[in-house]
């Protein structure tokens, strides 16, 4: 399959790949709005597949356990808490630093799909 078309200040989020660096680097309350597209599939069943808000179960063992399984996480920096995105439209960044992403899930090895997100910060 051809790869999705990146706008600027996009940043592409593999379903399975780890945390991805967005290249953003945020400060502490700074309003982050993400514009998210794309689905991903979480297994190798072709029906298990979740918007950016996640789909309707959780993953025990992934950054998030209480966050629906697919959804849009973040996190500052490369030890930094992970927060829950999914689909809202803006976030107030929790912390300073690099400002990395990544789909909630346990076991990405069998995951496909990504998410292409749009960055804009304000301050």
């Given at each position: 399959?051809?790869?999705?078309?990146?706008?600027?200040?996009?940043?592409?989020?593999?379903?399975?790949?780890?945390?991805?660096?967005?290249g953003l680097t945020v400060r502490k309350g700074d309003i982050v709005s993400f514009?998210?597209?794309?689905?991903?599939?979480?297994?190798?069943?072709?029906?298990?597949?979740?918007?950016?808000?996640?789909?309707?179960?959780?993953?025990?063992?992934?950054?998030?356990?209480?966050?629906?399984?697919?959804?849009?996480?973040?996190?500052?920096?490369?030890?930094?808490?992970?927060?829950?995105?999914?689909?809202?439209?803006?976030?107030?960044?929790?912390?300073?630093?690099?400002?990395?992403?990544?789909?909630?899930?346990?076991?990405?090895?069998?995951?496909?799909?990504?998410?292409?997100?749009?960055?804009?910060?304000?301050?």
């Open positions: 399959a051809a790869q999705a078309y990146v706008p600027a200040g996009g940043v592409r989020v593999p379903a399975s790949s780890s945390w991805v660096a967005t514009d998210t597209t794309g689905e991903v599939q979480l297994s190798e069943n072709a029906a298990d597949r979740a918007t950016p808000a996640g789909t309707n179960r959780t993953a025990r063992f992934a950054p998030m356990a209480a966050v629906n399984a697919g959804a849009l996480i973040g996190r500052i920096g490369s030890n930094g808490q992970p927060f829950g995105i999914g689909d809202q439209a803006s976030v107030p960044m929790p912390g300073a630093g690099m400002l990395y992403l990544a789909v909630n899930d346990d076991e990405r090895r069998d995951n496909a799909g990504e998410f292409i997100v749009v960055l804009n910060r304000r301050r």
